[in-house]
């Protein structure tokens, strides 16, 4: 008995895939001149044996990020969403939507209106319920997964994005694992949830965002097709279901501590300086683990306003605005979100002008080439 209950089937039969230790809660960013120490809290997967949902084994934090700024990539991914979805004739002409959007911000709302469908008024019964990212965040998976599809119509379409699973663990993406995200999902484990509230998936949609994210279109009847199916098979293969195969996450968590503290004091050896960018909540539980201060990094520059004279949970690293990593001309610029780089390249081009590098923080420390130099090597076959 581990004391483990499954948040979505009551299941007491589990196991422990993953196991981060003790970690300040990742949303929550103390004043920079607060001294600390943070105050920290268990982090671990548990793997259900009964639905096979992975989920946060406990989370006594409660909710504190400030509120980010959307990335480009984010925007960019919603809006082919919902052109996918409505080109595949699942968005009614007219009608209601009802979104459960996530707390890190992003919504469909204005795509959707612009194709005709109104915001649901409090209480009403819409054509439409989006749920993108949202679902994950509620400690109560059951209960949740019920609410919203007690808000939709005889014949309407429930709409679940998500970061698959499979894809966490084909990208070695441990460090999904964090505070205040309660439940991890694999294709055939919420096609299995949905059933067992009355639906069906009917269709899935697949996106490259954050290494691998499942769109799922459900309804009260109908049949999966051929693409949820293939996406179900695949994610099976995968091991999705097989704790032994999730677990491997731990030794890339070990991995990713271990190569980022080497790289960072192999560059602070050669006397280069190195800051970061993009103070998100997946990085706290990396730079805990690798052991990283402001001794070590800095500072770490992100774009949004409200986490600015704040400093990153467990490691003191103040975070600053971008215009400060330009004036401190870094050596490199170590980046914890790589969707990001496009957008950070495009409106920090200071940085590689004045003979800084960007690197990729994970899986392991990668510089990642200028643009020119990139496009020589996709010309001569070269990674």
């Not at 205040?180 to 998936?201: E, R």
């Amino acid at each position: 008995m581990n004391g483990v209950i499954c948040r979505f089937c009551r299941s007491l039969e589990g196991e422990i895939v993953l196991d981060l230790g003790q970690q300040p809660a990742c949303d929550h960013f103390p004043p920079v001149g607060d001294p600390g120490p943070d105050p920290t809290y268990p982090l671990r997967m548990w793997l259900c044996a009964g639905c096979g949902l992975a989920q946060l084994a406990e989370d006594p934090t409660a909710p504190d990020e400030p509120r980010g700024r959307e990335p480009n990539a984010l925007v960019e991914q919603a809006a082919d969403a919902v052109a996918r979805v409505a080109g595949a004739g699942l968005l009614p002409h007219a009608g209601a939507v009802a979104e459960y959007g996530s707390p890190h911000g992003g919504s469909w709302l204005g795509l959707l209106a612009d194709r005709g469908l109104r915001s649901a008024r409090p209480g009403e019964l819409a054509d439409v319920v989006i749920d993108c990212f949202g679902l994950m965040h509620e400690a109560d998976q059951a209960g949740a997964l019920a609410a919203r599809v007690a808000r939709l119509r005889a014949g309407g379409v429930l709409l679940l994005q998500f970061h698959s699973l499979a894809a966490i663990l084909g990208g070695g993406q441990w460090n999904a694992l964090r505070h205040g995200h309660c439940a991890y999902y694999a294709t055939p484990v919420l096609a299995a949830m949905l059933q067992a509230v009355g639906f069906t998936a009917r269709t899935a949609f697949r996106f490259p965002l954050y290494g691998g994210t499942v769109l799922l279109a459900a309804t009260r009847d109908g049949a999966p097709d051929d693409a949820v199916q293939a996406v179900i098979d695949a994610e099976l293969a995968a091991g999705v279901r097989t704790a032994g195969v999730v677990a491997g996450l731990q030794r890339e968590a070990e991995a990713a501590a271990s190569g980022l503290a080497q790289w960072v004091a192999a560059e602070r050896v050669a006397g280069r300086l190195v800051l970061g960018y993009s103070a998100a909540s997946r990085s706290v539980a990396l730079l805990c683990l690798a052991g990283m201060t402001s001794e070590f990094l800095p500072a770490i520059a992100d774009a949004s306003p409200s986490k600015r004279g704040l400093r990153m949970p467990g490691t003191g690293i103040p975070v600053v605005p971008p215009a400060d990593l330009v004036d401190a001309r870094p050596d490199a610029v170590l980046l914890f979100v790589p969707d990001l780089l496009p957008e950070a390249r495009a409106m920090l081009p200071q940085i590689e002008a004045s003979g800084g590098t960007w690197v990729l923080a994970e899986p392991r420390p990668r510089p990642v080439p200028p643009p020119h130099l990139a496009s020589e090597q996709q010309a001569d076959g070269r990674p």
